[in-house]
């Protein structure tokens, strides 16, 4: 299976990916999966807030891009985020050297950084049943960048692990509110 995110990091030296079967037809996962607001998660809230990036508002996208995440590609089924820079520095925010159009991020080699991107991705498994799923990949530009950069993914990769699998149980139950009324019009008609 062919996923856009190939398209931006085919080769990566990390790796993190999380996924949930939703019991909801692909449009309603879908609609879920861009409704769905970090907000809305007492984990998301909490551990932002920790990080120093205070509380998040809007929707995964509007939070992704106030936060210097560029939108690489968007389709019905997929869409991919992605920020370059140096997240292991002390002064993170400061370090992102994220590129402001698509061209300049697939151009981008510095060898202090690394560039990071995330998917969300929505398959359908059946006429009711939809795979939700998200990773993220990571490429270090040197074997510096890199060395740092697994110090850094050490420490975070637990909680970037919870923050995900938190974004997909929140799609999830939003998804399940919008296959709610769906469900009951077909209940009615038996």
Not at 11 to 32: C, K, N, S
Not at 111 to 125: I, K, L
Not at 158 to 176: E, H, V
């Amino acid at each position: 299976m062919t996923m856009l995110i190939d398209d931006f990091i085919p080769q990566y030296h990390f790796r993190e990916h999380h996924q949930t079967i939703i019991p909801a037809p692909a449009d309603a996962v879908r609609r879920a999966a861009v409704e769905w607001q970090p907000a809305s998660s007492f984990l998301w809230r909490s551990l932002l807030r920790l990080r120093g990036l205070g509380t998040p508002r809007g929707t995964l996208r509007e939070w992704a891009q106030a936060n210097g995440f560029l939108c690489l590609a968007d389709t019905e089924d997929e869409i991919v985020y992605g920020q370059a820079g140096r997240f292991w520095a002390t002064d993170e925010r400061g370090s992102l050297v994220s590129p402001k159009r698509v061209e300049e991020f697939r151009a981008l080699n510095d060898p202090r950084c690394a560039v990071a991107v995330m998917n969300v991705r929505v398959d359908s498994v059946g006429t009711d049943c939809a795979c939700l799923y998200t990773e993220t990949r990571v490429r270090a530009f040197s074997h510096g960048a890199r060395r740092r950069f697994r110090l850094y993914w050490l420490l975070i990769r637990p909680f970037s692990g919870l923050l995900r699998r938190a974004m997909l149980n929140g799609i999830k139950a939003n998804a399940m509110k919008l296959r709610a009324p769906e469900s009951a019009a077909k209940e009615l008609v038996k």
